[in-house]
């Protein structure tokens, strides 16, 4: 993208010094306009349980699901309620899935005294091929078998079953379907070039500085300061830079501080509050040039829970003190010069990996978007906020874009849906590991990775 | 020497840099001088990487400069990154220097930048009426730190108290030697004890073992004399933020306390400013001081009965400039200065009651004056 309009002027800055050089005014935002206010709590409680936001989430998925299951299977199949279920009888089910994994930690069976175990170690993956499949609606649950998969699906997800009970109580499906795509948004994206760069993962505060030269390329690529002229006039046309999370690496998380005596720990700072005002130095940097919204991620100094909050502004006093800079939630929704972007810093995704065998987070990312959820796994083995008026993570409206962040690679796909929807998906890879960033461009929607290096002591590149 | 390095230093614009240092190298190769330049190259351009057009900037050694521009199928940028003496084994002091001289000018990162951004202007910090326009509304360069400082305090608070913290806090930088950042991060927390502090009322004996702590054996024992009459008229005071305002020499808490309650803890502070500049000097201030003092005594003595109309006239200065006061000479005149600002706050019962104690502290004074003299 950079490099056709670029390279003509590519060697212009091998010369002596020149006449005043040109500087370029950044395109203006047009049309940006926040929509992620279903994702910023209020007044939070904790005091409700978490059975609430499954029933809102069947109450709200249920009437798409029928229609998507009438216009699949004929329009006279029997919708039935799992109470009104009779055996033998070929029908139509809505209801959420459950899955029952052995490996699944279990809070339970870690404290649980008479089976005396250690606490299971994370794995990889928690699936097994034991694992079962159970549908329950709001009174009962039934066992699935059949034309099923049971290790792609994960627990939380709202889908229709079609197929009949049998004799020993169990479901046999013929055929499932989920909510598929939602409603397509209109289209009003920008006539001329206009690029998003997102990036996630940068990783301050970790131990290894190589990433912190990359990092540095970035900002100087963005802010214009790096490359020759007709880069640096592509440059211009970044009209914001989305970070999506992780901001801080894993190693300032280590909470050594708690199990230490007070008397070593005094006067040890968390490794947070370095990386924290790194962080501040570098979104300054990116601010005073370009508007950026900032995304927390899983390591970040913010709720643990989803729909995680903006980061606090007294944080990042220097940075703040810029009207381009936006502190959003995580998973953040906006209208981007007409473009509609919908994304997460990829804690819902890495977590339907764990339970699930897909393997590509692009797979992964276009199955959340098929089963019109975000994040299915919300309550149950990803920490989530026990709503219970309306789940704000159903997808009603179909977005141009949809990213996630701190995937391990790039990947990137335009998909094309029956009603016209046109989205690009999206996975921004790790940056503190990749030090890959992501170039979206309005115009056509079309993505570019782009790769900042240094030289090493004995890398060849 | 990087083209950033460069850049801030001589205040040009970066890609100008960049061809000066591309100059500098052409030139010094040509004059074939000896001294062997290292020079870094920036390389951008297209590459194909896993079966997508990736775009790949690198900073990478003369000698790779070639092998990488035929590795890239089109190629965006080539300029000069950096030169050096020596051969680099890797990019870190590439990036320590940029991250050095980014830092030191933070504040105007992006003046040499290719890219302007209309939309990226500093809020004013909120000592302005806070309306959400003024955000837009390009403001002139206010100090991002001073924004950063008062920044979430609610509290409209009167110009003189942070400033205030500000002084007390660079007391403790000065101390500790800390940079900008964290003077505002101190003053917040600062701000932030002092409306509860100003409730308290127990300070009085923390701060003379403060006091003790802070001074010399030597002057202690005189210190106690002065600062135990200070102790029943301290209880009534109006306690402004906690550690130091015992900073101060006693000798100046006693002179300060005459004025008055409030004015007292705010001339302390003011003292504490004055003071800062003279720390290292500490202990021969207080010999100086003590005959100094009680000049001063009795010239403020005098100066106060005569002050109400002067207070008002003397408009409140701003205090940093009362900071770089360095002689006593003007202390007298930087108490003055600072009664309106802080008469201000107070109602007038206090002027009336002030004067009142004044009368009789001013025979307790002059009894501890000729105490100090003579023991």
Known sequence: MFSEQAAPTAQGLLAPPSAEPPTFPRVAVSGYSDCSQPFRLGERSFSRQYAHIYAVRLAGMRPGLEQRARSRWGSDIALRKLSELQAGEKCCVVGTLFKAMQLQPSILQEISEEHNL????????YIQPSDELILEDELQRIKL???????????????????????????????????????????????????????????????????????????????????????????????????????????????????????????????????VKMLD??????????????????????????????LHRCMLPLASAYATLRLVTNPYQANLDGVRFLGTSGQNISDIFKYSSMDDYLEILEWTLLAGHISPTAPDTLGCYPFYKSDPFILTECPHVYFCGNAPHFQSKLLQGKEGQRVLLVTVPDFSTTQTACLINLRDLTCQPITFSGFGADSED | VTYKWLSYTLGVHVNQAKQMLYDYVERKRKENSGAQLHVTYLVAGNLLQNGHVCHKVAVVREDKLEAMKSKLSTIASVHVYSIQKALLKDSSPLYNTDYDIVKTNLQHCSKFSAI??????????????????????????RDPDAAGTVNGHGPPAAKPPPQQHRGIMGMFAAKAAAKPQDAPKEAKAEAKEAPGVSAASSKPPIKNNIMN??????????????????????????????????EPESSPNTVAEKPGKKTESARIQQKDKKSKTKRADRSDDEEERDPENVKKKRKRIKQLQSDSSDEEDVPPSPTPEEERAPSPPPVPALKTELEPASTEVSSGGRKRKRKRVLKSKMFIDEEEGCMGKTG
């Open chain 1, 118 to 125: 250690v606490p299971q170690p994370p794995l990889p993956k």
């Open chain 1, 145 to 275: 078998e059949g034309a099923i998969d049971v290790q792609r699906l994960v627990t939380g997800t709202i889908l229709a079953v079609y197929g009949s009970e049998q004799d020993d109580g169990r479901f046999l499906v013929e055929d499932h379907c989920f909510a598929d795509l939602p409603p397509p948004l209109p289209w009003n994206g920008p006539s001329c070039d206009r690029f998003v760069l997102l990036a996630s993962g940068l990783g301050l505060g970790s131990v290894s500085g190589e990433a912190l030269l990359s990092t540095q390329l970035l900002v100087d690529v963005v802010t214009g300061q790096l490359g020759a002229e007709g880069e640096q006039s592509c440059a211009a046309h970044i009209a914001r830079v989305i970070l999506a999370g992780n901001l801080l690496s894993q190693n300032t998380q280590s909470r050594d501080t708690i199990n230490k005596a007070k008397y070593l720990t005094k006067k040890t700072q968390a490794a947070s509050v370095e990386a």
């Open chain 1, 281 to 310: 130095e570098i979104l300054l940097q990116l601010c005073s040039s370009v508007p950026v919204d900032v995304m927390p991620g899983e390591f970040d100094p913010t709720n643990y829970t989803l729909p995680q909050q903006p």
């Open chain 2, 116 to 141: 302007r951004c209309a939309a990226a202007v500093p809020r004013p910090p909120p000592d302005a009426p806070r309306a959400p326009a003024s955000a837009q509304s390009p403001q002139g360069q």
């Open chain 2, 213 to 246: 702590n802070f001074f010399g054996k030597a002057a202690m024992n005189k210190l106690k004399a002065n600062s135990v009459p200070e102790q029943p008229k301290e209880e009534k005071q109006v306690v402004k933020p906690s550690v130091a305002v015992a």
